[in-house]
């Protein structure tokens, strides 16, 4: 079976830049997410030899779920400016590295991985995901479609979402509205827990089938908001592009450009990532 195999960008870059100590040139650019990114990249390139790969980032631009609620990861800080600065060399060198990347105004990464997701499994894919959302778990299906949280190396099958949640992947989106999410400024319904949670969900089957008899449910939480639980519902709903058309076969790994990679990771000072590559592609003889 072909493997696709998807990244959290953004997700990558955030923890590369907090996780290691400031790193910089000699004139001072700042190298610590350069480093990290690549050295998480490289490992996957090492040990799993992905042929179909995709790199998925979010953008500054506002998406659907901040136009529809402007408190909506309200509390995130901003995005350091050291940071900032490394992320256009990154793209850079993804793309020297013959690697798909991919990003779309008005989409969050999660959006862009669940719509790949989607089609790699009609085209009989395996897809591998590499990040630590818990939004994307939505998308577990069997051991069809995995997730892998590069924090803390656990791979969440649909076994492991139910042991970690209480709640299978396809009821995730349920469960997290229900219980809200600090993260993302999601309010969830006062008074609901995890175990709340579960047993409302057993109950009634879905947040659908608790809208939709919401006198019952009012009952039982009298100070819950229809409105607040509605909207909570979507914001945490995987929102897969309906008008974007990406062949799969476009995934598939590139020739990387050796030569020009090189000359940049000679610029940036990181000897020990060239010789991480030279290992990679010595059978190759093109460095």
């Known amino acids: 079976m072909k493997v696709l195999y998807l990244f959290d960008g953004s997700a990558f870059l955030y923890r590369s830049f907090f996780a290691l100590p400031p790193l910089s040139t000699s004139s001072g650019f700042p190298t610590g997410a350069i480093y990290g990114f690549l050295r998480s990249i490289l490992a996957i390139l090492k040990t799993e030899k992905p042929n179909y790969m995709a790199i998925v980032f979010d953008l500054p631009a506002p998406t659907q779920r901040k136009l529809a609620y402007s408190e909506y990861k309200s509390k995130r800080p901003p995005t350091p400016d050291p940071l900032k600065v490394q992320i256009p060399v990154i793209k850079e060198l993804i793309n020297l590295l013959g690697i798909k990347l991919l990003e779309v105004p008005g989409y969050e990464a999660d959006d862009l991985i669940a719509y790949l997701t989607q089609k790699a499994k009609k085209e009989g894919f395996k897809v591998k995901i590499y990040s630590p959302d818990k939004d994307v778990l939505q998308l577990v299906e069997g051991n069809q479609v995995v997730v892998i949280n590069p924090i803390s190396e656990e791979v969440f099958d649909e076994n492991k979402v139910i042991e970690k949640f209480g709640v299978p992947p396809q009821k995730l989106a349920d469960y997290l509205a229900l219980v809200g999410d600090k993260t993302d400024n999601i309010e969830g319904v006062k008074g609901v827990g995890p175990k709340t949670a579960i047993n409302l969900i057993n109950t009634f089957g879905s947040v659908e089938n608790i809208l939709a008899r919401w006198d019952e449910f009012k009952k039982l939480f009298p100070y819950a908001d229809k409105n607040s639980l509605e909207l909570s519902y979507w914001l945490v709903k995987l929102k897969p592009p309906?008008?974007?058309?990406?062949?799969?076969?476009?995934?598939?790994?590139?020739?990387?450009?050796?030569?020009?990679?090189?000359?940049?990771?000679?610029?940036?000072?990181?000897?020990?990532?060239?010789?991480?590559?030279?290992?990679?592609?010595?059978?190759?003889?093109l460095f």
């Open 242 to 285: 309906e008008d974007l058309n990406i062949d799969i076969g476009e995934l598939k790994r590139k020739e990387p450009n050796l030569s020009l990679l090189r000359k940049k990771l000679e610029g940036l000072e990181m000897k020990s990532i060239i010789k991480d590559l030279d290992k990679i592609f010595a059978q190759r003889s």
